[in-house]
């Protein structure tokens, strides 16, 4: 069984920062992308950014040159350091992995999502 946990939503100020995190747990024989999205309330799920294994990153128009994605590949792990927030930042981030099970079968899984506020 695989579980990701994301940390570190919460209330932050316009032009603040926050740093998200999403480790990746259980039978894991590789991961392949991992990422983060986000819905706002109302609105469908959208990519945020993406990580390959080898470090390629993808990101949303919208938060490109203020977000940075990052990924600990021997701590399964997934990183987004978001600065310059703005209130339209405001949603659930949802962390995405791409990976193989300890029994070679590949497939997606999400974290339960953690709420990210913008604020004044």
């Known amino acids: 069984q695989v579980q990701l946990v994301e940390s570190g939503g919460g209330l932050v100020q316009p032009g603040g920062s926050l740093r998200l995190s999403c480790a990746a747990s259980g039978s894991i024989f590789s991961i392949n992308a991992m990422g983060w999205y986000r819905q706002a309330p109302g609105k469908q799920r959208d990519l945020v950014a993406t990580?390959?294994?080898?470090?390629?990153?993808n990101y949303a128009d919208s938060v490109k040159g203020r977000f940075t994605i990052s990924r600990a590949n021997a701590k399964n792990t997934v990183y987004l350091q978001m600065n310059s927030m703005k209130p339209e930042d405001t949603a659930v981030y949802y962390c995405n992995a791409d990976l193989s099970n300890g029994l070679g079968r590949r497939d997606n899984y999400w974290g339960q999502g953690t709420q990210v506020t913008v604020s004044s």
């Open positions: 990580i390959t294994g080898g470090g390629s990153t």
